[in-house]
């Protein structure tokens, strides 16, 4: 994926070179050339123009940190402007509505853009957070709604026969009625495409859309159509509003220039991306994983920022004895979570781990999770925290309420610490808690910060 923009740029900067200064001449020549990486890359143009006038400021106005070389700083400010391109930090969520009131989603696009797949997807994503029914609009092609009903049946998530209703509105409101009484709380509509942008179906699809009303209208690109999967949503758009754009196919060699030019162009997130044809091949967007993969230099990258990292090792080890002396409460859990959104995520850990980076894609699909279990963690009481056994039913209740999540949520979140905790009690072998150590922030490579675990370790 992105290997041609890959290697344009790993070409640009290593031409750049390490002992060069950041003056205004070899600035001016490198952007050119990112300039002429990024066209080939199929990015829209007036994207393309702010993007380099972006970085241009920055590297110009910038302050030179005196431990790394002014080369590979320029590469940090060229990351760091990218992955804001890609949607910034933040892992794009659905805005999805409280639980107790059912949530309608419309997913819209060419055919063959993989609306009906992404469908199974996001339900299969989705289901241990919701109840959820997957309805097929596509009136014309009845092997359309048996793919759907295939998908269902994989996702472990409900479908609405629609029998032979043909007009696409009254199916809507069929399944409506049907989500009510089997208490559904997600309607997930898969629509019809063309092959075309094609005024009918751009008129049933606005019909449709009245009669959904939809939390978000999802509109499901292919990732190799570049540039013109821009174009075709910008149709859309004149049509029915769209809060998100999933691509599909993020698998094959796609060029990277539609994926760029989303959030500046449309202004909406990009929360998934599919990535193969099995149902669970489909991901959270990660911008700034993607930036990395990008410019495929991840190391430098992060050689920049410990420069001003704030692994606190201390409070690791801190953490270290609570898990040896089993005092280990959920405020320690909290402030471990914490600690990992301080460094970055739990995403960037892992790559800065050998070995790891396989893993880091998994690692960064847990973020929200993470968020999510922070945010319950925080609306208990101190005391709660020290004492979870105080968390009867109601507490919980209030707990979820005052989170936006649900009980079910707090409830995993208090198997996980228990599990968590019957872990760390077993936790004898040196390896696995090296493994435990470097989760918590403290460098299992350093080691004198080792060894200080190791004495740790024996004295309990
Ligand atoms: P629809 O016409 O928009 O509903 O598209 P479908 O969901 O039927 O998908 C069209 C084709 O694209 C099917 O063969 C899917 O298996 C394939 N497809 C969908 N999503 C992905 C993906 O993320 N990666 C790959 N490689 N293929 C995909
Ligand atoms: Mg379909």
């Known amino acids: 994926m992105f290997e041609n923009l890959s290697r344009r740029f790993t070409q640009v900067l290593g031409a750049f070179g390490i002992k060069k200064r950041l003056t205004e001449a070899n600035i001016e020549e490198s952007l050119r050339e990112i300039r002429t990486a990024l066209i080939e890359a199929d990015a829209a143009l007036p994207v393309i123009k702010s993007f380099i006038a972006r970085v241009k400021e920055k590297a110009l106005g910038t302050e030179l940190l005196s431990s790394v070389e002014p080369g590979q700083q320029f590469v940090k400010i060229l990351h760091d402007e990218l992955v804001a391109l890609l949607g910034g930090e933040v892992v794009a969520e659905l805005k999805l509505p409280d639980p107790s009131r059912t949530a309608s989603l419309l997913v819209c696009g060419l055919q063959g853009s993989g609306k009906t797949t992404t469908c199974g997807k996001l339900a299969r994503h989705l289901k241990d957070r919701r109840d959820i029914l997957l309805v097929s609009l596509d009136v014309n092609r009845p092997a359309a709604a048996e793919q759907l009903r295939v998908l269902a049946g994989q996702a472990g998530v409900d479908f609405y026969d629609r029998g032979d209703e043909k007009d696409p509105l009254a199916i809507v409101r069929g399944a409506r009625k049907h989500a009510e009484r089997h208490v559904r709380n997600l309607i997930v509509f898969d629509t019809a495409g063309r092959t075309q942008v094609d005024a009918d179906m751009l008129k049933e699809l606005e019909r449709i859309h009245k009669e959904v009303r939809p939390d978000e209208t999802l509109f499901v690109a292919d990732a190799m159509t570049g540039q013109r999967a821009l174009a075709i949503a910008k149709a859309f758009r004149e049509t029915v509003p769209l809060s998100a754009v999933v691509f599909t196919k993020f ?155 649900t009980v079910l949520d707090v409830n995993q979140l208090l198997k996980r610490f228990d599990d968590m905790r019957g872990m760390m009690r077993k936790m004898k072998n040196p390896a696995q808690m090296r493994r435990m150590m470097a989760q918590l922030g403290v460098n299992a490579d350093d080691p004198a910060a080792m060894a200080r675990l190791e004495r740790l370790s024996k004295t309990s």
């Open 251 to 405: 698998d094959s060699d796609t060029r990277g220039g539609a994926v760029l030019s989303v959030k500046e162009t449309l202004g909406v997130p990009i929360p998934y991306v599919g990535v193969g044809e099995s149902i669970e091949a489909f991901e959270a967007f990660q911008p700034r994983r993607v930036a990395d993969r990008m410019l495929g230099m991840g190391d430098i990258v992060g050689l920049v920022e410990k420069a001003q990292s704030v692994v606190d090792e201390k409070q690791a080890l801190a953490l270290a004895e609570k898990i040896k002396k089993n005092t280990f409460d959920l405020d320690d859990f909290l402030g471990q979570l914490s600690q990992i959104d301080k460094m970055g995520g739990v995403q960037s850990m892992m790559e800065m781990l050998p070995g790891m980076g396989e893993h880091s894609q998994a690692a960064a699909a847990e973020v929200p999770r993470l968020r999510r279990m922070r945010a319950i963690l925080q609306s208990m009481t101190g005391v709660e925290r020290q004492k979870p056994f105080l968390l009867n039913n109601s507490r919980r209740l209030r707990i979820a309420k005052g989170s936006g999540t």
